[in-house]
């Protein structure tokens, strides 16, 4: 709680209270002058935010409430793209893995990653339906595909980037490929997955909500379309807007601590060993040199 307080009191904190105070009275005043304007349905164009707030506790039954709706649509979208988040950071770690053992998987499969991403998830979701025949599944596929990528590309540029005095130094002590891998090549990768991820997180859940919108069903886009289309409250549309923004950043935080608490400070040490290590071998290769000169 107290470190809770003391980033809040900090710098950061407050800017950041700035530019939120700034985006809600910018808001309220695009609100007033709409409800000024407008004669029918203002809130259909843009509420204020007391409206939004006062919505949360608004009924559209007997037993439930427009924010409880929109959680229980929340929870269908989210674990949709949880099971296709996981997948496709699976699959993209195996992947970068095999481009990175082998340079013909990689000339193989890489042109087929930029084929994937080319193509329009509007136009992707109606093939994966077809190939699929589960509404459900197509949705936490086209998740994977989405985090397939960006865990894929960043994963093997990992790889790449490990120095050419790590692999010499590895070398030198008759390291074989699992071990080369386990105490070099997967530390230096792992922040660039991570990197990956954040990219990837908010991306499946996005990619979810709207294929939620074209599909039907259960999940916050099923419940976006109808409230547009009237069907249901216009305050569960807004309500699932500042939900949707919150889950994206939330999702790339959780990713950064995930970072900071598995990667963090290890990884900086066994780097910092790595260099010293070949630090020292180099020396001991001058001062042999020197020797027997």
């Not at 809770?4 to 209270?17: A, D, E, H, M």
């Not at 649509?73 to 893995?97: D, E």
């Not at 499969?109 to 998830?121: D, S």
Request: with cysteine; charged share 15%; hydrophobic share 55%.
């Amino acid at each position: 709680m107290k470190n809770f307080i003391k980033r809040l009191t900090s710098k950061n904190g407050w800017v950041l209270f700035v530019w939120l105070a700034a985006l809600a009275a910018v808001w309220e005043i695009g609100a007033t002058v709409i409800g000024a304007t407008v004669r029918n349905h203002p809130e259909y164009i843009l509420p204020h935010l007391w409206q939004i707030a006062a919505s949360v506790v608004q009924p559209v039954s007997d037993t439930q409430t427009i924010f409880g709706l929109v959680m229980v649509n929340a929870w269908a979208t989210l674990s949709r793209a949880l099971v296709g988040f996981l997948i496709g950071m699976a699959a993209g770690f195996v992947l970068a893995l095999l481009m990175s053992l082998s340079r013909a998987v990689e000339k193989i499969a890489f042109p087929y990653l930029m084929l994937i991403q080319m193509i329009p998830i509007l136009g992707m979701a109606p093939i994966v339906l077809s190939l699929t025949g589960d509404i459900g599944v197509s949705r936490i596929v086209i998740a994977a595909i989405l985090t397939f990528y960006p865990v894929a590309t960043n994963m093997l540029a990992g790889f790449r980037s490990v120095s050419r005095e790590k692999h010499e130094l590895m070398y030198s002590y008759a390291a074989n490929t699992f071990v080369k891998y386990v105490k070099m090549m997967l530390p230096s990768a792992l922040p660039y997955m991570f990197t990956g991820l954040k990219i990837a997180a908010p991306m499946a859940v996005t990619a979810s909500i709207l294929v939620d919108t074209l599909q039907g069903g259960v999940g916050l886009g099923c419940l976006l379309s109808q409230s547009l289309k009237h069907n249901t409250s216009i305050y569960a549309f807004w309500e699932i807007v500042f939900i949707s923004a919150a889950l994206g950043i939330l999702s790339a935080k959780l990713i950064g601590l995930i970072e900071s608490l598995t990667v963090g400070g290890r990884l900086s040490a066994l780097s910092g060993r790595l260099i010293r290590s070949a630090g020292k071998e180099k020396r001991y290769e001058k001062q042999a040199e020197k020797t027997e000169a």
